[in-house]
T-cell receptor, first 113, second 108 residues
Framework: NAGVTQTPKFRVLKTGQSMTLLCAQDMNHEYMYWYRQDPGMGLRLIHYSVGEGTTAKGEVPDGYNVSRLKKQNFLLGLESAAPSQTSVYFC????????????FGPGTRLTVL | KNEVEQSPQNLTAQEGEFITINCSYSVGISALHWLQQHPGGGIVSLFMLSSGKKKHGRLIATINIQEKHSSLHITASHPRDSAVYICAVGEGNTPLVFGKGTRLSVIA
């Protein structure tokens, strides 16, 4: 099993450009999450999904959109990137919700110039 | 929203020392997680607790529900334990809230 994979691993964008981050899991997990990690701050939840076709906002959803068209994939989109979105993005998945172990992807380091 | 505080923020220890990292939270929870973030950035789950104590190798995690407090202990610490240790809590099935992490350096 590959576990949780993220594509790409690194990306540099200019302000105003758009991009999509892909998260894929092969563990048949229902729950998937997108987090961002910034220096001096804990992981913060952007959006999450409790199953195929569902999405919900987390703590910091502004400027991001997500889609979960297939159970194994969770996409995070930035429509018009801003320097404030420079961060490391982690995807995670779990079979159940809070009372279950989350498995994390390796992260995507995004820089917006 | 639950507030999660970890202490200390940074910790340096000599190899072989017994290490304790603390986590306090403000609102009753259904689950508390301890995670480890390696220097390369990868994050792995160490424990999930709802009560009592769990042990895995040299790692021990305890939780006191009444005091809203958890501790992560590392016995016989080793340089490979150097990492950031993160506490996260959740109520019911709401998403986890994460602490800022404790950066541990173990020196040989």
């Amino acid at each position: 099993n590959a576990g949780v994979t993220q594509t790409p691993k690194f990306r540099v964008l200019k302000t105003g450009q758009s991009m999509t981050l892909l998260c894929a899991q092969d563990m048949n997990h229902e729950y998937m999450y997108w987090y961002r990690q910034d220096p001096g701050m804990g992981l913060r939840l952007i959006h999450y999904s409790v199953g195929e076709g569902t999405t919900a906002k987390g703590e910091v959803p502004d400027g991001y959109n997500v889609s979960r068209l297939k159970k194994q994939n969770f996409l995070l989109g930035l429509e018009s990137a801003a320097p404030s979105q420079t961060s490391v993005y982690f995807c995670a998945s779990s079979y159940f919700g809070t009372p279950d172990t989350q498995y994390f992807g390796p992260g995507t380091r995004l820089t917006v110039l | 929203k639950n507030e999660v505080e970890q202490s200390p923020q940074n910790l340096t220890a000599q190899e072989g020392e017994f290490i304790t990292i603390n986590c306090s939270y403000s609102v009753g929870i259904s689950a508390l997680h301890w995670l480890q973030q390696h220097p390369g950035g990868g994050i792995v789950s160490l424990f999930m607790l709802s009560s009592g104590k769990k042990k895995h190798g040299r790692l021990i995690a305890t939780i006191n529900i009444q005091e809203k407090h958890s501790s992560l202990h590392i016995t016989a610490s080793h340089p490979r334990d150097s990492a950031v240790y993160i506490c996260a809590v959740g109520e019911g099935n709401t998403p986890l809230v994460f602490g800022k992490g404790t950066r541990l350096s173990v020196i040989a």
